[in-house]
């Protein structure tokens, strides 16, 4: 999880960092929204906000210097994220960083103008994006699992190891549910023959299960073979 939480810090620096690039202004400021407390923001043992900073350093962009960074908590109540989300807009940050679909919707709502910066899922369902490439308005972000992305790492895995040709892909069942035909489909392009091998848990006896049945002698699930 602390992998996956840090290559996501890494994307989403870079696409706030891009937005920033743009602006003009050599002082710069970032506003985040998110929907659990503010001290988290800052934590610098939170694997995602800290790896995000940490990456924002990196490219040059460091609060207290050239970077104001003003930090907004949802706290858990939809109820009220459109007045927040409101308050956000009138500070008119250069950036605004938001996490979760429903505060997304909320600022978006709210501005049209102020380049937003996302964290979710499914965000193509939601309405926030057209599609991963392009999603169109004043919102960019990352949606690491978005199936363009689960595409991607099949090209990936592919142009790695050229000999393989059949791959099992682990998912929730309700994310196979939702897009394993897509994947599938994916996988034909490529030439390879999909195995999926939906979960009925993310647990670590739920994946030591479906290790097993992948093994050689082991089960496979082939209704949902390519």
Known sequence: MRRRDFAISLLLAAATRTVLAQEQT???????VASGPVARIHDP????????FEELRRLGDVEGQNLTVDAYSGKGRPA???DLAREVVNQNPDVIVVGTNPIALA????????????????????????????????????DPNDYEVWGKRLQILKEAVQSAHTIAFLLP??????NGERLREM????EISLIGMPLAESTRPSIQRAFADIAPGGRTRSSCTT
Do not use: C, M
């Open 80 to 82: 009220g994220y459109p």
């Open 107 to 142: 600022v978006r709502a709210a501005t049209g103008t102020i380049p937003i910066v996302w964290i979710g899922v499914e965000g193509i369902q939601d309405g926030l994006a057209t599609s991963l490439a392009h999603p169109g308005g004043n919102i960019t972000g990352v």
């Open 45 to 52: 043992g939170n694997p995602l906000f800290g790896a995000f």
């Open 173 to 178: 069942g309700g994310t196979w549910e939702r």
């Open 26 to 32: 050599k002082q710069h400021s970032i506003a985040i």
């Open 187 to 190: 996988s034909r392009r490529l």
